[in-house]
Nanobody, 125 residues
Framework: QVRLVESGGGLVQAGASLRLSCAAS????????MAWYRHAPGKEREFIAG????????RYADSVKGRFTISRGNAENTINLAMNDLEAEDTATYFC??????????????????WGQGTEVTVSS
């Protein structure tokens, strides 16, 4: 089992920035790949950003492209999400997700096996 813990959410005004972090622990031997999703009230869960195990490839949802940046943290099995120019539409619970390292180290998966509890991000307009 892999345990994921998110941090960094909060209440900000539109146009502000926030930085989320996620740390994985547990069965991470062999490597894991991680990503961010969000779930807003009344909407389906949405993939936001993913990063390959190598860190060399990323993928973003169109809704956040150019504003959000996913990166690997300095500590092993951690990722960050830098969110700039936040909009009211970014209000949601943000979840960290993880899965086993793919065969291709530069592949960003579309499905993940493990989920964190989420961190709330509220953007006031």
């Amino acid at each position: 089992q892999v345990r994921l813990v998110e941090s960094g959410g909060g209440l900000v005004q539109a146009g502000a920035s926030l930085r989320l972090s996620c740390a994985a622990s547990g069965r991470t031997t062999g490597g894991i790949v991680m990503a961010w999703y969000r779930h807003a009230p009344g909407k389906e869960r949405e993939f936001i950003a993913g990063i390959s195990w190598s860190g060399g490839r990323t993928r973003y949802a169109d809704s956040v492209k150019g504003r959000f940046t996913i990166s690997r943290g300095n500590a092993e099995n951690t990722i960050n999400l830098a969110m700039n120019d936040l909009e009211a539409e970014d209000t949601a619970t943000y979840f960290c997700a993880a899965g086993p390292r793919p065969y291709m180290s530069d592949y960003v998966p579309y499905e993940y096996d493990y989920w964190g509890q989420g961190t709330e991000v509220t953007v006031s307009s």
